[in-house]
């Protein structure tokens, strides 16, 4: 996007929490913003200068929607690569390129893609059907993935005996080795048209084990030098291998011995990077939109250290949602709340975020903790 003296055209394909935010850093910048998503009441509807209600999946729409725009970026996988690849020949510019879309969105391409590149990862198996699973008994425990459409915990399941595998998967899938995990880690890295890259501080991710969701992060995480150079290493290396640029979130378990694992990554902005809207000097999403303008990558480094907290649908209520402890929360002094300005609620659903920003580690677990038992999402 050499041109800065027009605006640009750019194309968001999916209007959630990840396009709103965008959109919101977007107006910061001279360019003309258009999403593309099927309900037209979504969260990042009202911030663009065109909407377009369409199937992000769908052939027809993805490349009506495409032509005639500068650029494209996504803000989730599950978009329709063929048309994105028709778009990228004609010269739409597309972040990231579709040929990474294509490795990524496909679990069985993406761990095939780490043993090629020789990235670490746990070992795998891939198979087609639950009779294929059945005959894979002496490799648990392990952990079942479809190979697409899955994501926040679903399309995963654990299985560690025989009688688990009933649980599985009759579609393909990958049969993943388990990690004895000692931290879950995500590393951001932006890397522009030039090659060069920028790194953010490793966040340390920790799930909540009914929903497999993110609860909350801590930033910067407690890792040792040697572990954190390995991060580091081994985040660059598979970035830098799909030679396109973009924003990625490198989601990496390490062990208690201090290994390495890449667990998946995903080729846009993420929920692992919220809280550098805040804590950051350039926000996750400040940085993508510098990667598709073409202007210099901003500073990752963070002001604060800081814990994000994500506010999810409660159980047991399903229906126009009304936020409980709003008001406390905001009486926090560090706090930043982010509602993603979703009409409905349900158990587990992604509403919102918290932020907060302390140099007191004990601080922010205080803080987040609080947060957790005082903001909920209700009907």
């Not at 377009?52 to 996988?77: H, P, Q, S």
């Not at 020949?89 to 590149?117: C, D, M, T």
């Not at 649980?167 to 931290?183: D, I, N, Y």
Request: hydrophobic fraction near 40%.
């Amino acid at each position: 996007m050499q041109n800065h003296s027009a605006s640009p055209r750019i194309g968001i394909l999916g209007g959630g929490q990840l396009g709103r935010m965008l959109l919101q850093a977007a107006a910061n910048y001279a360019m003309e913003t258009s999403v593309m998503e099927g309900d037209p009441e979504c969260p990042a509807a009202h911030l663009c200068h065109r909407f377009v209600k369409g199937d992000i999946r769908n052939f027809d729409d993805v490349y009506a929607f495409g032509k005639g725009l500068d650029a494209l970026t996504i803000e989730i996988e599950n978009v329709n690569v063929e048309a994105l690849e028709k778009l990228e020949s004609e010269g739409v510019k597309v972040f990231p390129k579709p040929a990474v879309l294509r490795i990524i969105k496909n679990k069985i391409r993406q761990k095939e893609y780490y043993r090629s590149h020789d990235i670490p990862t746990a070992g795998f198996i891939v198979t087609h059907n639950l009779d294929e699973l059945k005959g894979q008994e002496d490799f648990l425990p392990a952990v079942h993935k479809l190979a697409e459409g899955g994501y926040d915990g679903r399309g995963v399941q654990i299985i560690r005996t025989k009688q688990d595998m009933e649980r599985g998967f009759q579609e393909p899938s990958v049969l993943e080795k388990m990690v004895t995990v000692h931290k879950e880690i995500a590393q951001m890295v932006a890397i522009n048209e030039k090659g060069e890259t920028a790194l953010y501080p490793p966040v340390e991710m920790v799930f909540d084990p009914h929903l497999n969701m993110l609860d909350f992060q801590i930033c910067p995480a407690e890792l040792e030098t040697k572990v954190l150079w390995k991060i580091e290493a081994i985040a660059l290396s598979v970035v830098r291998n799909f030679k396109s640029p973009g924003i990625f979130a490198v989601e990496l378990l390490v062990d208690r011995s201090g290994d390495v694992f890449v667990n998946e990554t995903a080729p846009r902005v993420h929920n692992s990077g919220h809280h550098t809207i805040e804590a950051h000097y350039c926000s996750q999403f400040d940085m993508l939109w510098r990667v598709i303008l073409g202007y210099p990558l901003g500073n990752a480094e963070q002001v604060l250290p800081s814990v994000m907290i994500n506010i999810v649908g409660d159980n047991g209520y399903t229906g126009d949602v009304k936020y409980t402890g709003l008001e406390d929360v905001l009486k926090i002094e560090s706090a930043f709340v982010h509602l993603y300005g979703k009409k409905q609620t349900k158990p587990g659903r992604k509403m919102g975020h918290v932020t907060i920003m302390s140099r007191d580690k004990q601080e922010l677990l205080h803080q987040s903790n609080k947060i957790k038992h005082t903001l909920f999402a209700r009907s």
